[in-house]
């Protein structure tokens, strides 16, 4: 089992910055990617950025270049630094974790806000 909580989003202004962090506990030495994904109203989740246990990123083409995500492997937390936001990137921001034994956890979720 892992067991993932999000933290950091808000209401930011056009161009403003966030920084979302997402604590892993559990059985995490089976983690071989994590990622940040995300829901606007009335759209798909998608991917926004993965990084796996090797420091490997991808991110998604709407985000890369304003958006870096990173880990701190002894805090057992990932980061998703958001610079440059745009209104379109409202959306609850979901952290997910992907497992080598086939299973996937996902945090509940938090909220970022871009709105002057």
């Known amino acids: 089992q892992v067991q993932l909580v999000e933290s950091g989003g808000g209401l930011v202004q056009p161009g403003g910055s966030l920084r979302l962090s997402c604590a892993a506990s559990g059985t995490i030495f089976r983690l071989h990617r994590m990622g940040w994904y995300r829901q606007a109203p009335g759209k798909q989740r998608e991917l926004v950025a993965t990084i796996t246990k090797s420091d490997s990123t991808n991110y998604a083409g709407s985000v890369k270049g304003r958006f870096t995500i990173f880990r701190d492997s002894a805090k057992r937390t990932v980061y998703l630094q958001m610079n440059s936001l745009q209104p379109e990137d409202t959306a609850v921001y979901y952290c997910?974790?992907?497992?080598?034994?086939?299973?996937?956890?996902w945090g509940k979720g938090t909220l970022v806000t871009v709105s002057s």
């Open positions: 997910k974790a992907e497992t080598d034994y086939g299973m996937d956890y």
